[in-house]
């Protein structure tokens, strides 16, 4: 009787969440490699002359071409065109190249090259976009920078891509069952990779004892060809569910322009999009700068070069508790006993706690950092099924925002009082390190599942990139402006680890209050114009 119910793959639950684990696994190495030098920024100042404005400018750069040629808008119509497995597997061969370009561009053989030299003595005025002040280089960025900005651009069309093709493939194999759980499960698995960077970007730029950037974006380019792989592999599963369901890839209807008209008048559609840009830029644009900051707000004393703590062995045994507590912590939530769910779930804090503890005995920023997506693993599935069958979505996203708004001035404002302590400070920083990674997971949990019951399902493609292109504006301004505003306001400053970061988190916990105002205004034209967004997705 089972087997004439599952008549297809979608209908396998371990069909399905493998289908999952494969897109998950593809966001996975593409977030390890959108910050692979996020925590090493001190040493591009050092071995690239990098200051806050390239490294910003370039941090930025990944989104420009998504933001100012619309590629993310051509990328939806690809998607909604061509299908999810072609698109997914284009953004992964995108990704690779882009990535290519920027481990050359930070290597000690563009050093010296003529390559090296027509970068120094060009792209330092861009008419137009100089003019409006929103040009990718500047005169008298490095060489190396611009043209690591070049292979990041083409990197950020790939992996926007991915986003919303990942987005649109969990709809395809999710809609009328677990999605809100399976939106939170893929970016709990895929934000393991910010920490998997935060630990090991340094640990190859230093292995050894000498000092190479390159070795940490080489890291980020192997990873890349797994990508490459697992979207490979979920091409032929994809195909083999369509085989079965009879359905085709490409659309019985071509995609019109007009087809925007019916996104473009949804005010719930402006809202969450919004909401999106606001978020998002006072996250991700914050990552690349946390390692940085957490040095400049953190007293932090070298262990002794002859201790346990100093050894390379030590990070790789901090990582691997990292993943027995994301690993526990997950699993928790689908335990159906009691005793085995809290079981876990109380290993999994006492991993989280010795992690704490070694990140404190080494004394490395990028580590204490590391925490910040843990317990968004944790606690993602269990706000992602609450949203399937309790609703709530809209109450989710004003909560997310008065957390992020918390945690940008506990940064700002608290965690520079505790500068001289040593317990103290770490301790200020992981715990909000970790609440703010709480925050973050609220928005996948209840925004992403809501883009379905704004839209009809045959732009449900461009819908996700007209979000992800608003959102793309923010992640290409805000990562400049932090920057910029960091060399103003620290003016002379040329120790990286000296800066005053007040400003730049002032400005960042503005997008939160800003956030927050549009969550009221959501949950108001939720109940009048019945979006639905409060309610739950199983029925």
């Known amino acids: 009787m089972t087997q004439a119910i599952q008549k297809t793959l979608r209908d396998s639950a371990g069909m399905r969440w493998t289908a999952l684990l494969l897109l998950a696994l593809a966001m996975f190495c593409s977030y390890i490699f959108m910050d692979i030098l996020s925590p090493i920024k001190d040493l591009m100042q050092e071995t690239r002359g990098w ?31 061509m299908g999810v497995r072609f698109t997914m597997v284009l953004s992964a061969v995108v990704m690779l190249i882009g990535a290519c370009i920027k481990w ?74 677990e999605m809100a759980l399976a939106m939170g499960s893929e970016m709990a698995l895929a934000r393991l990779g910010v920490a998997t960077c935060m630990i090991f970007s340094p640990f190859f730029a230093r292995l050894g ?27 032929f599963m994809d195909r083999k569910l369509d085989a079965q369901t009879g359905e085709a890839e490409e659309k019985d209807d071509p995609f019109k322009i007009s087809d925007l008209g019916q996104i473009l008048t949804s ?45 390379p062995d030590v990070t790789i045994v901090q990582y691997l508790i990292m993943l027995f507590v994301a690993a526990t912590g997950f699993a928790s939530n689908f335990q159906k006993k009691a005793g085995a769910k809290y079981g876990l779930l109380c290993v999994s804090i006492l991993a989280l706690i010795t992690y704490c503890y070694m990140g404190y005995m080494r004394q490395s920023a990028e580590s204490i950092f590391a925490v910040f997506p843990l317990l968004a693993v944790l606690i993602t599935p269990i706000l992602g099924s609450y949203v399937d069958h309790k ?22 404002f608290v965690l520079p009082l505790f500068k001289g ?52 504006i923010g992640l290409w301004l805000f990562p400049l402006l932090i920057g910029k505003v960091l060399d103003k306001t620290n003016p002379g400053v040329t120790d990286p680890t000296q800066f005053n970061y007040t400003a730049p988190l002032v400005m960042l916990a ?9 969550g009221f205004v959501l949950k108001v034209v939720d109940k009048k114009k019945g979006l639905g967004l409060e309610e739950p997705n199983i029925k």
């Not at 005010?267 to 940085?292: D, E, H, M, R, T």
Request: glycine share 8%; net charge neutral; charged share 10%.
């Open 51 to 81: 200051d806050s404005t390239a490294f910003g400018t370039m941090q930025g750069s990944e989104v420009f071409l998504n933001v100012f040629a619309f590629f993310l808008i051509f990328a939806g119509i690809i998607l909604d065109k």
């Open 104 to 177: 050359y561009a930070v290597d000690e053989s563009f050093m010296g090259s003529g390559l090296e030299a027509w970068f120094n003595s060009h792209l330092n005025y861009i008419p137009v976009f100089d003019e409006l002040g929103v040009s990718p280089f500047y005169d008298g960025m490095p060489a190396s920078a611009k043209f690591a900005a070049c292979g990041f651009m083409i990197f950020g069309c790939g992996v926007e891509m991915a986003g919303i093709t990942v987005s649109r493939g969990i709809v395809k194999w999710f809609k009328g069952r």
């Open 209 to 235: 004892g000498q000092v190479s950037v390159s070795r940490s974006v080489a890291f980020g380019v192997v990873l890349m060809c797994i990508a490459l792989i697992m979207s490979i592999v979920y091409f």
């Open 267 to 311: 005010s719930g559609f402006w809202l969450v999009a919004l909401l999106c840009v606001l978020y998002y830029s006072a996250i991700f644009p914050f990552q690349k700068y946390a390692v940085n900051m957490l040095q400049c707000n953190l007293t932090l004393v070298a262990p002794d070069a002859n201790s346990f703590w100093a050894k």
């Open 391 to 412: 609703g709530k979505a809209a109450t989710m996203l004003i909560l997310g925002s008065l957390l992020l708004i918390f945690c940008h001035l506990t940064f700002a």
């Open 421 to 472: 302590s040593a317990v103290g400070g770490i301790a200020i920083a992981y715990i909000t390190i970790l609440v703010l990674g709480s925050s973050f997971s609220l928005v996948p949990a209840s925004l992403w599942p809501s883009v379905p019951k704004l839209v009809d399902a045959k732009v449900i493609g461009s819908a996700y990139a007209l979000i992800f292109w608003i959102q793309n």
């Open 510 to 518: 503005s997008l939160g209050v800003a956030a927050l105002l549009l």
